[in-house]
């Protein structure tokens, strides 16, 4: 077999500046594995388990914007990779996955290792090809350069995203001593077509007929330039900016961050505007989503360069598929103040105000949740990565906020909303940068993904806050399961373990805490830089509920 096309697949993803791969260990996959592992241009890590490699490939892109490489085994080891994919499908982030495969002759045949892998990950790819015959073919080998330029070229143009590339192998998939492949610098490079339409600027010119406009800004990646236009524009031209705390422009003075609070149940026209804009991805707040699709506005305008807009609030009129950056420049040239517009922000911010004043001061009898993730969310240093695990990590957090004053980029992998690689992923972002690296997520999403540390690659700028109320908590704020007698059992999985043996086998500087004095003593110490840490704080989940509730009531009835 001819493995030179396999050495030029690897040059190719080098010259187009791709510059990091995970590769999980297999026979079939072997020349990829050489051939990666040989070029001088490109870090590769070795993941045993595909699920953790995935999501600490997908942490890897989202902090260098590139597409990671994921390479695997044929078999089941592909489909390991499918929460991973599907996240950096709906969340917009780069992979290049390369699944090794038998010959198509065998597929189907009762052959070890083999199932049916073309289009293997549906419709959560970008796109799906197949790599051709790796034989003594010079055509094949001129389709084989042609396939890797357009795949890398898919995960990146108009939205970013995953790509996958399935690629045949027959014995032997071992080099011979007499056989040499090199890096050519002379391989073909083929660039995306990156066109658009003008038309859409004349389209601005519609704002005038608005006069009370909300901006929405979505999960995005902290960009000052995004988040200083923005704050221009808000004080201005008058026009309120709701921002979760995964938008990252948590910094934008006079943002709306208590949203999710103070719009519980609400059905106040005050707030409700003619002109909806979003900016970025998804967002957080279910109180937010429910409040605009009940108080519509006439019209909502949604700016991201990717090829489809959602409809999130059930409203959407026009969709702008360009940079929110290059959006809000020509916006800005449309817009002018008024009385109403002001009017209109003073009312959100007056709402927000009094909200986030009564949640900075509100605090619990008991060792709750709430009180817990306010001391470490003050905590966490300026200059920080801060990830957050889904369910009710991200939710607290957005309730809460973050310090204005402080520099901190947030990461959470809404776009499945799933529990199961929050570890993966913040490992791959900490391997990518020397930024103190802070995960806070629950017991359940921390032990679900204990083997995102099964490796020789974990950094030591990782640290770890562990909320352990034995079992999956938010299952205990919901009304519809934690009225039913199967709750600890069957929702909340009720549990007895602690991250005590993950953080002795992994080398993990390890700190237990069960009151608010023991906190406050470990905090200080667990936001040193250093050596990798973990925080396991133990609450109770009965008096968190209660807490938690507590805080929506007393502010609801105001």
């Not at 990829?32 to 045993?48: D, Q, Y």
């Not at 004349?202 to 995005?220: A, D, N, P, T």
Request: charge should be negative; aromatic fraction near 10%.
């Amino acid at each position: 077999m001819n493995l030179q096309p396999v050495f030029d697949l690897v040059q190719i993803c080098h010259l187009k500046g791709i510059k990091q791969a995970v590769i999980s260990p297999g026979s079939r996959n072997a020349a990829l594995t050489i051939a990666f592992a040989r070029h001088p241009e490109i870090k590769c890590l070795s993941v045993p388990d595909e699920r953790s490699a995935a999501f600490i490939a997908l942490g890897m892109s989202l902090k260098t914007n590139l597409p990671t490489v994921l390479i695997c085994t044929s078999g089941s080891a592909a489909l390991n990779y499918a929460p991973a994919v599907a996240e950096a499908f709906f969340n917009q982030v780069p992979l290049l996955i390369l699944s090794a495969d038998r010959p198509p002759e065998w597929i189907g045949q009762r052959d070890g290792q083999t199932i049916y892998q073309q289009q293997l990950f549906g419709k959560h790819v970008k796109e799906s090809f197949v790599f051709p015959s790796l034989e003594n073919d010079e055509k094949s080998a001129q389709l084989g350069s042609r396939i890797i330029n357009e795949a890398i070229n898919a995960c990146l143009n108009v939205e970013m995203g995953p790509v996958h590339i399935n690629i045949p192998f027959r014995e032997p998939f071992y080099p011979t001593s007499d056989q040499t492949y090199t890096f050519s610098k002379q391989l073909p490079v083929f660039e995306p077509d990156q066109s658009t339409t003008e038309n859409w600027r004349k389209e601005l010119e519609e704002i005038s007929g608005f006069s009370r406009i909300l901006i929405v800004m979505g999960q995005s990646a902290r960009d000052e330039k995004l988040q200083d236009l923005v704050s221009s524009i808000s004080e201005e031209y008058g026009i309120p900016v709701v921002a979760d705390i995964i938008s990252n422009v948590h910094q934008l003075e006079g943002g709306i961050t208590s949203q999710d609070v103070f719009l519980k149940g609400s059905k106040n026209k005050d707030l409700q505007p003619d002109l909806l804009i979003t900016l970025g991805m998804s967002v957080i707040s279910k109180n937010l989503k429910l409040y605009l699709r009940e108080c519509k506005p006439k019209a909502h305008w949604h700016a991201r360069k990717e090829a489809q807009a959602p409809d999130t609030y059930l409203s959407l009129s026009k969709h702008f598929s360009v940079t929110e950056i290059e959006f809000l420049n020509e916006l800005i040239k449309t817009l002018a103040a008024s009385n109403t517009q002001s009017e209109f922000k003073s009312a959100w911010q007056g709402a927000d105000t009094t909200t986030t004043k009564h949640i900075r001061q509100f605090n619990s009898d008991e060792f709750s949740d709430f009180n817990c993730y306010k001391k470490v969310l003050d905590t966490i240093p300026s200059g920080s990565d801060l990830h957050l695990a889904n369910s009710m990590a991200v939710r607290y957090a957005n309730v809460i906020g973050l310090n204005k004053n402080k520099s901190i980029e947030v990461y959470c992998n809404r776009g499945t909303s799933g529990i199961d690689g929050s570890n993966s992923t913040a490992v791959g972002t900490a391997v990518m940068t020397n930024r103190p690296t802070f995960l806070l997520t629950g017991d359940m999403a921390f032990l679900y993904d204990r083997n995102a540390f099964w490796h020789n690659h974990l950094p030591d700028n990782l640290s770890i806050v562990v909320f352990n109320n034995h079992g999956g908590g938010i299952f205990r704020m919901i009304d519809g399961p934690s009225k039913q007698p199967e709750l600890e059992e069957f929702f909340e999985t009720r549990q007895q373990k602690d991250a005590s043996h993950v953080a002795n086998e992994f080398g993990f500087e390890y700190f237990a805490c069960q009151t608010t004095k023991e906190l406050e003593q470990n905090l200080t110490s667990f936001v040193s830089t250093g050596k990798r840490k973990i925080l396991e704080i133990f609450t109770n989940a009965e008096e968190s509920k209660s807490a938690y509730k507590e805080l929506f009531r007393t502010i609801l009835n105001k």
